[in-house]
């Protein structure tokens, strides 16, 4: 489905302008009404809070409310276009915050590129949110501020653009090794781009079981080398291989995975010729893959691929990732969103590609049918059973791991995922916007 400027401006600006409004939850018709949501009865919540704070979650909206925050300089392909232009991603973000998962957002753009700055606007908002999704914030700077939140603040802090491309890459390189036949601690994989989601998803597949001695990482400047001293920073350097390959064709040969998170058209169709059997190649530079998706299947019959591009198979969207593990967080009052909740998040996912997928399913995307293998190996969005899948998988990992604050009752919070996911769904129903098709 083709997009064009000119809808998009109208559906934005048509009233009322932009993407969110808040919405009452509880009736103001009458007179008692008034003095419930006010003065003089709101007093009573109040001081239940101030003896005991965790009454906060049960007399506020704080239980489901996810602050996205963001400065703008790192926005989607555009680069750092600042605060007030980068507003339109994260009102979005809210959106699918809400349509997937039933969560509700304020979205808050920041007017600061020191990472101080906006850690210390963190720190200060924190009484007011149940979790913080950090946005579009360029590295290494999001390093910086992502790490000091997580040691300083008791609600889950997580950034989207490192973690939640992981996630879902890493649900995906699960399923694309097991077409493969290939084993995880055994592969070579070669990662392009040096920024927050690249570092994140080599990171987070070592969780899974790839040597770090067996990754390679490129930059704008070529291979991310030990003894390399142009453009390194602390988070390259956990990553530099010892390796005699300096550029990127030089990397890819021989390699059975190749991680594309940087820019379109970056590999050769005699580069691909180079790696290993079956090789598997996520190209997820938007809009133009790190290489056509037509030119790579044609070169190589063999591959296994993935874009982050809606119009192919085997889409690495977020959406697959951030609003159930929020879910999941957010309904056992989660301190934080560890490791072990990421690893049950991309876990859940894998599983998910390989059950049966309803009719319903497939009509929404215009295919008769979805079955594992190379064509589908990554659950779609739309596919209702991600929630309750992802975010029982995330909870139960909070409650494991001892950063769970409230206890759920896993077969019953499943069933309670599902009339969440409807009133979300509901809420989606909205009147079309005149003049957008």
Known sequence: MSIHDEDALKYHAAAPAGKLAITA?????????????????????????????????????????VAVISNGTAVLGLGNIGPAAGKPVMEGKAVLFKRFADVDVFDIELASEDPKEIIR?????????????????????????????????????????????????????????????????????????????????AEHSILLGVKRENIILCDTKGVIFQGRTIGMNPYKQRLANNTTARTLAQALRGADVFFGLSTGNCVSPETLLSMAPNPILFAMANPDPEIPYDLAVATRPDLIIATGRSDYPNQVNNVLGFPSIFRGALDVR??????????????????????????????????????????????????????????????????????????????????????????????????AVAGVS
């Open 121 to 201: 606007a963190c720190q200060l908002l924190e009484p007011t949110f149940g979790g913080i999704n950090l946005e579009d914030i360029k590295a290494p700077e999001c390093f910086e501020i992502e790490e000091a939140l997580l040691k300083t603040l008791s609600i889950p802090v997580f950034h989207d653009d490192q973690h939640g491309t992981a996630i879902i890459s890493g649900a995906a390189l699960l399923n694309a090794l097991e077409i493969a036949g290939k084993k995880i601690g055994d592969v070579k994989v070669v990662f392009n781009g040096a920024g927050a989601s690249a570092i994140a998803c």
């Open 334 to 431: 989660a301190t934080a969103i560890n490791d072990a909740m990421k690893l049950a998040a991309t876990h859940a996912l894998a599983d998910l590609a390989k059950e049966d997928v309803d009719d319903s399913i497939c009509r929404i995307y215009g295919v008769k049918r979805l079955e594992f293998g190379r064509d589908y190996f990554i659950p779609k969005p739309f596919d209702p059973r991600v929630l309750i899948w992802e975010a029982s998988a995330v909870a139960r990992a909070a409650m494991d791991t001892g950063v769970a604050r409230f206890a759920v009752n896993v077969d019953q919070y499943k069933i309670e995922l599902e009339k969440r996911l409807d009133a979300a769904q509901a809420a989606a129903r909205l009147p």
């Open 25 to 65: 939850t509880k009736p103001c018709l009458t007179q008692l009404d008034l003095s419930l949501a006010y003065t003089p009865g709101v007093a009573a919540p109040c001081l239940e809070i101030h003896r005991d704070p965790e009454l906060v979650y049960k007399y506020t909206a704080k239980a489901n409310l």
